[in-house]
C-alpha cells in the first residue's frame, strides 16, 4: 500500500485539477455562449474530428 503522504499528495493533486477544471469549464461556458453543453458533448462524442 502507498504511504500516507504519497495519498495525500494525490488527494491534493485531485482537488488541484478539479478547481483548474471548474475554471475552464466556466471559461468555456462564457465563451462558447448559450450553445456550450451541447458543443461540449458534441466534441466528447467525437464528432469533431480532425480530418488531416
Known sequence: MMEQTQIICMAKEIIALDIKRDELLERFMQAA?????????AVQNDLYKRSS
Request: glycine letters at 12%.
Open 33 to 41: 455562449g448559450q450553445n456550450a453543453h451541447a458543443l461540449l458533448r
